[in-house]
C-alpha cells in the first residue's frame, strides 16, 4: 500500500521546503542577472536604465579584472599548496604517540576558531607591522632591515594569513584518515623492505588520496571567497595587488557604487567558480569513487 | 636455509612480563606450529622473530647470524598477516611485485618472478585486479604470493585462515601444506585451532601465558601430554579431566580420558552416569553424560549411530591403557 500515495504525499509534504530552498536561490540570482544589465550607480538613484552588455564590457575589460582573477587563482593555490604539505606533514607528527598528545591536537585546532577579522587583525599588528610587529623585532634583532610585509609583498601575507586559518582543518581531516590507515599494511611493507619514504610515497599517499580531494574540494570553495582578511588587512591594495575577484566585485559596487558593473562581476565570478569546479572534479574527482 | 634459534628471550610491555625467558629450536624446512589461548603470546612471539617488536632481552639467531638487532626487512622472513594487508589501491600484480620493486630488481625479472609465483597459486586471471575484486581465499592466496616471491629463508603466518569460512579453510590448510611440501621452505604457522595445527604441523609449540608448555610432534602431544593444560588444548573434543574418588584408585591427582577412549554400554561398566545431550553427527555421535561427583558433563565419543536420549541411564568403561594421570602439580605421572 506504500508507493504511488505515500510517494505523492512526501512530495507534496517536502514541496514548501523545496519550495523555500529555489526561492532562496533564484531571487538573488535573478535579481543580480537583471541588475548587470542595468545602469544602476547609488549616486544617481532613480535614473536605472537598461544598457545591454555594456557592465559586462567594462568589467571584463578592466585591467583590474586580470590583475585580479590572478590573485585569485595565486591566492587559491597558495592556501591550498601550504595547507595539503604541511597538513601532510603536521598529520604525521601528530600521529606519532607523545606525551600531552590530547592537548597539543587541541591546540593546533585552535586557529580554525579564531574569526578572520581577528586573525588578519592579530597577524597585521601584532606579527607584520613593520615598528611593533614580533617580526620586526626578530629582524632587529639580527640586524636586518625589518620587512613590511603588507606593503612589499601583500598577496604573499595574505596567502600566509589564510593558509595559518585552514592548516588546522586539513590537519584534522588528514589525521583521521592516517589513523584509519591499517597498521598491518605499514608493517607488511616493513617487512618488504620499504623504508619510511617508500611507506610515505606507496601506502601512505594513496590511502590520503581521497583525503586530500576533499580537503582540496571544500577548501576551494572557501577560498574562492575570501574577503574579510583582504578588507582588514590591506583594502586590496597597494594599487591592485592583493585584490581578489571577491573584493573587486565589492569595490565596484560599494566603494564605486556601481551596482550595475558589480553584479555583472558577481555573475562572471559565478561562472569562473563553475569552471574551476568542474576542472577539479575532472582533475580529482575520480578520487572520491569507492 | 630457515633455521631459527631462539635463545633466553624476553618480551615486556611496560611492568608486563608477556614472554618470560624462552628458548626454541627451529630447524630447516620445519613446517612449526605455534599455538593456545588468545592472549597466550603467540603472535607476540612470531613478532619478536619477524622483527616487527623488539626483544627486552636475549637473542634470535636466523641461519646462525645473530639477528636480534636487525631490522625486519634484512632479516630474510617473509610474513602473512591475519587481515592480509594487502595494499588496496595496487593491482594483485603490483601487490606481488611490491617487495621485488622495493629490492630494486628490474622489471623484467619481476614480471617474470610474479608470473610464476601467479602460476603456483592459481592467481594468473587476477593479476590486473584490485585486491576489494578480490574473494577471501583471492585474498588469501596474493597474500602468500607476495611472500613467496621473496624467497624468503622463513615464512611467518599470523592466524592466516581465521577470516575464512569453514569450507575455504580446510581448502587453503591444504594449499599451505601442499606449498610446504613443495617448497621446503621453514614455515612458522600462529594459531589458536588446535585442528590446524595437527593438521598441519611438523613440530607444534604449545604456549600458555607465554611459556612453551611443551614441543613435539602432534602425535606425541597427543599421546603424551606433559601436564594437564596440553592434553586438554590438544584434541577435540577435549579430554575429560576426573579427579577425586576416580583419581585415587590410580594413584593419580587427577586422570584424563580422552572421549575416543570410553566405550559405552546399557547394562554394565566401570562407571555410571545419565546422558544429558546426544549430538548426531552422522559419522559420530558425541554424548555429554553427568555423572555424580563431576562437575563438567562427561565428553564420550562413539562411532556411528547408538540409541541414546537425554536421561537415559549408560555405563561407561575407559581403555585401560589410554588413561592419563596427572600429579597434584597437573603434570604427567608417567
Same mark, same amino acid.
Given at each position: 500500500?506504500?508507493?504511488?500515495?505515500?510517494?505523492?504525499?512526501?512530495?507534496?509534504?517536502?514541496? +514548501?521546503?523545496?519550495?523555500?530552498? *529555489?526561492?532562496?536561490?533564484?531571487?538573488?540570482? /535573478?535579481?543580480? @542577472?537583471?541588475?548587470?544589465?542595468?545602469?544602476?550607480?547609488?549616486?544617481? +538613484?532613480?535614473?536605472?536604465?537598461?544598457?545591454?552588455?555594456?557592465?559586462?564590457?567594462?568589467?571584463?575589460?578592466?585591467?583590474?579584472?586580470?590583475?585580479?582573477?590572478?590573485?585569485?587563482? @595565486?591566492?587559491?593555490?597558495?592556501?591550498?599548496?601550504?595547507?595539503?604539505?604541511?597538513?601532510?606533514?603536521?598529520?604525521?607528527?601528530?600521529?606519532?604517540?607523545?606525551?600531552?598528545?590530547?592537548?597539543?591536537?587541541?591546540?593546533? =585546532?585552535? +586557529?580554525?576558531?579564531?574569526?578572520?577579522?581577528?586573525?588578519?587583525?592579530?597577524?597585521?599588528?601584532?606579527?607584520?607591522?613593520?615598528?611593533?610587529?614580533?617580526?620586526?623585532?626578530?629582524?632587529?634583532?639580527?640586524?636586518?632591515?625589518?620587512?613590511?610585509?603588507? /606593503?612589499?609583498?601583500?598577496?604573499?601575507?595574505?596567502? *600566509?594569513?589564510?593558509?595559518?586559518?585552514? *592548516?588546522?582543518?586539513?590537519?584534522?581531516?588528514?589525521?583521521?584518515?592516517?589513523?584509519?590507515?591499517?597498521?598491518?599494511?605499514?608493517?607488511?611493507?616493513?617487512?618488504?623492505?620499504?623504508?619510511?619514504?617508500?611507506?610515505?610515497?606507496?601506502?601512505?599517499?594513496?590511502?590520503?588520496?581521497? /583525503?586530500?580531494?576533499?580537503?582540496?574540494?571544500?577548501?576551494?570553495?572557501?577560498?574562492?571567497?575570501?574577503?574579510?582578511? =583582504? @578588507?582588514?588587512?590591506?583594502?586590496?591594495?597597494?594599487?591592485?595587488?592583493?585584490?581578489?575577484?571577491?573584493?573587486?566585485?565589492?569595490?565596484? /559596487?560599494?566603494?564605486?557604487?556601481?551596482?550595475?558593473?558589480?553584479?555583472?562581476?558577481?555573475?562572471?565570478?559565478?561562472?569562473?567558480?563553475?569552471?574551476?569546479?568542474?576542472?577539479?572534479?575532472?582533475?580529482?574527482?575520480?578520487? @572520491?569513487?569507492? | 636455509?630457515?633455521?631459527?634459534?631462539?635463545?633466553?628471550?624476553?618480551?615486556?610491555?611496560?611492568?608486563?612480563?608477556?614472554?618470560?625467558?624462552?628458548?626454541?629450536?627451529? &630447524?630447516?624446512?620445519?613446517?612449526?606450529?605455534?599455538?593456545?589461548?588468545?592472549?597466550?603470546?603467540?603472535?607476540?612471539?612470531?613478532?619478536?622473530?619477524?622483527?616487527?617488536?623488539?626483544?627486552?632481552?636475549?637473542?634470535?639467531?636466523?641461519?646462525?647470524?645473530?639477528?636480534?638487532?636487525?631490522?625486519?626487512?634484512?632479516?630474510?622472513?617473509?610474513?602473512?598477516?591475519?587481515?592480509?594487508?594487502?595494499?588496496?589501491?595496487?593491482?594483485?600484480? %603490483?601487490?606481488?611485485?611490491?617487495?621485488?620493486?622495493?629490492?630494486?630488481?628490474?622489471? #623484467?625479472?619481476?614480471?617474470?618472478?610474479?608470473?610464476?609465483?601467479?602460476?603456483?597459486?592459481?592467481?594468473?586471471?587476477?593479476?590486473?585486479?584490485?585486491?576489494?575484486?578480490?574473494?577471501?581465499?583471492?585474498?588469501?592466496?596474493?597474500?602468500?604470493?607476495?611472500?613467496?616471491?621473496? $624467497?624468503?629463508?622463513?615464512?611467518?603466518?599470523? $592466524?592466516?585462515?581465521?577470516?575464512?569460512? #569453514?569450507?575455504?579453510?580446510?581448502?587453503?590448510?591444504?594449499?599451505?601444506?601442499?606449498?610446504?611440501?613443495?617448497?621446503?621452505?621453514?614455515?612458522?604457522?600462529?594459531?589458536?585451532?588446535?585442528?590446524?595445527?595437527?593438521?598441519?604441523?611438523?613440530?607444534?609449540?604449545?604456549?600458555? #601465558?607465554?611459556?612453551? $608448555?611443551?614441543?613435539?610432534?602432534?602425535?606425541?602431544?597427543?599421546?603424551?601430554?606433559?601436564?594437564?593444560?596440553?592434553?586438554?588444548?590438544?584434541?577435540?573434543? %577435549?579430554?575429560?579431566?576426573?579427579?577425586?574418588?576416580?583419581?585415587?584408585?590410580?594413584? #593419580?591427582?587427577?586422570?584424563?580420558? !580422552?572421549?575416543?577412549?570410553?566405550?559405552?554400554?546399557?547394562?554394565?561398566?566401570?562407571?555410571?552416569? %545419565?546422558?544429558?545431550?546426544?549430538?548426531?553427527?552422522?559419522?559420530?555421535?558425541?554424548?555429554?553424560?553427568?555423572?555424580?561427583?563431576?562437575?563438567?558433563?562427561?565428553?564420550?565419543?562413539?562411532?556411528?549411530?547408538?540409541?541414546?536420549?537425554?536421561?537415559?541411564?549408560?555405563?561407561?568403561?575407559?581403555?585401560? &591403557?589410554?588413561?592419563?594421570?596427572?600429579?597434584?602439580?597437573?603434570? !604427567?605421572?608417567?
Amino acid at each position: 500500500m506504500a508507493t504511488q500515495h505515500s510517494r505523492a504525499a512526501a512530495r507534496l509534504m517536502i514541496s +514548501p521546503a523545496v519550495l523555500l530552498l *529555489l526561492g532562496w536561490m533564484i531571487i538573488p540570482l /535573478s535579481m543580480t @542577472l537583471y541588475f548587470s544589465f542595468l545602469r544602476y550607480n547609488l549616486l544617481i +538613484p532613480g535614473m536605472e536604465e537598461w544598457t545591454g552588455w555594456t557592465n559586462y564590457e567594462f568589467f571584463l575589460t578592466d585591467p583590474a579584472f586580470f590583475a585580479a582573477l590572478t590573485n585569485t587563482l @595565486l591566492l587559491v593555490g597558495g592556501v591550498l599548496l601550504i595547507t595539503i604539505i604541511g597538513g601532510v606533514l603536521l598529520a604525521l607528527l601528530l600521529d606519532q604517540p607523545f606525551w600531552g598528545q590530547g592537548i597539543v591536537r587541541i591546540l593546533v =585546532i585552535a +586557529p580554525f576558531f579564531v574569526m578572520p577579522t581577528v586573525s588578519a587583525l592579530v597577524w597585521k599588528n601584532m606579527f607584520m607591522n613593520p615598528v611593533n610587529g614580533l617580526f620586526a623585532y626578530f629582524a632587529k634583532f639580527l640586524g636586518l632591515q625589518p620587512f613590511d610585509f603588507l /606593503s612589499h609583498a601583500p598577496l604573499f601575507s595574505i596567502i *600566509l594569513i589564510v593558509a595559518w586559518q585552514w *592548516l588546522p582543518f586539513a590537519t584534522l581531516i588528514l589525521l583521521t584518515a592516517l589513523q584509519s590507515l591499517d597498521s598491518e599494511q605499514l608493517e607488511a611493507a616493513e617487512m618488504d623492505g620499504a623504508n619510511f619514504l617508500n611507506r610515505f610515497v606507496f601506502i601512505m599517499v594513496p590511502h590520503l588520496a581521497r /583525503s586530500i580531494t576533499v580537503v582540496i574540494l571544500i577548501q576551494t570553495i572557501f577560498l574562492l571567497s575570501v574577503f574579510a582578511e =583582504i @578588507l582588514v588587512t590591506t583594502n586590496g591594495g597597494p594599487g591592485y595587488a592583493s585584490t581578489n575577484l571577491t573584493y573587486l566585485i565589492y569595490a565596484q /559596487s560599494l566603494l564605486q557604487f556601481d551596482v550595475g558593473g558589480g553584479s555583472a562581476g558577481g555573475v562572471v565570478a559565478i561562472i569562473l567558480a563553475n569552471i574551476v569546479a568542474i576542472f577539479l572534479m575532472r582533475m580529482i574527482g575520480k578520487n @572520491l569513487e569507492a | 636455509m630457515g633455521q631459527i634459534t631462539l635463545n633466553q628471550i624476553t618480551k615486556s610491555f611496560g611492568d608486563v612480563q608477556v614472554i618470560p625467558p624462552l628458548d626454541l629450536q627451529i &630447524d630447516d624446512g620445519e613446517f612449526v606450529v605455534f599455538v593456545g589461548p588468545s592472549g597466550c603470546g603467540k603472535s607476540t612471539l612470531l613478532r619478536l622473530i619477524a622483527g616487527l617488536e623488539d626483544v627486552s632481552s636475549g637473542d634470535i639467531n636466523i641461519d646462525g647470524r645473530n639477528a636480534t638487532e636487525v631490522p625486519p626487512a634484512k632479516r630474510g622472513l617473509a610474513m602473512v598477516f591475519q587481515s592480509y594487508a594487502l595494499y588496496p589501491h595496487m593491482s594483485v600484480r %603490483k601487490n606481488i611485485a611490491f617487495p621485488l620493486r622495493m629490492a630494486g630488481i628490474d622489471k #623484467a625479472a619481476q614480471d617474470a618472478k610474479v608470473a610464476a609465483a601467479a602460476k603456483v597459486l592459481n592467481l594468473t586471471d587476477y593479476l590486473d585486479r584490485r585486491p576489494g575484486q578480490l574473494s577471501g581465499g583471492q585474498r588469501q592466496r596474493v597474500a602468500i604470493g607476495r611472500a613467496i616471491v621473496r $624467497e624468503p629463508a622463513a615464512f611467518l603466518f599470523d $592466524e592466516p585462515l581465521s577470516n575464512l569460512d #569453514a569450507a575455504l579453510r580446510v581448502n587453503m590448510r591444504l594449499e599451505i601444506s601442499e606449498l610446504h611440501q613443495s617448497l621446503k621452505t621453514t614455515m612458522i604457522y600462529v594459531t589458536h585451532d588446535q585442528v590446524e595445527a595437527m593438521t598441519m604441523a611438523d613440530k607444534i609449540v604449545v604456549l600458555h #601465558a607465554g611459556r612453551i $608448555e611443551q614441543v613435539g610432534s602432534p602425535l606425541e602431544l597427543y599421546h603424551t601430554p606433559r601436564n594437564k593444560f596440553v592434553a586438554g588444548f590438544i584434541g577435540s573434543p %577435549k579430554m575429560n579431566f576426573l579427579s577425586g574418588r576416580f583419581a585415587t584408585e590410580f594413584d #593419580a591427582a587427577t586422570i584424563g580420558v !580422552r572421549p575416543e577412549h570410553l566405550t559405552v554400554s546399557h547394562s554394565d561398566g566401570k562407571w555410571v552416569g %545419565k546422558v544429558a545431550v546426544s549430538e548426531h553427527l552422522g559419522s559420530d555421535t558425541f554424548l555429554y553424560v553427568d555423572m555424580d561427583g563431576v562437575d563438567e558433563p562427561v565428553t564420550v565419543r562413539s562411532t556411528g549411530e547408538i540409541g541414546f536420549r537425554h536421561g537415559d541411564t549408560v555405563h561407561l568403561t575407559p581403555t585401560a &591403557d589410554k588413561i592419563h594421570r596427572f600429579d597434584n602439580q597437573d603434570l !604427567r605421572i608417567a
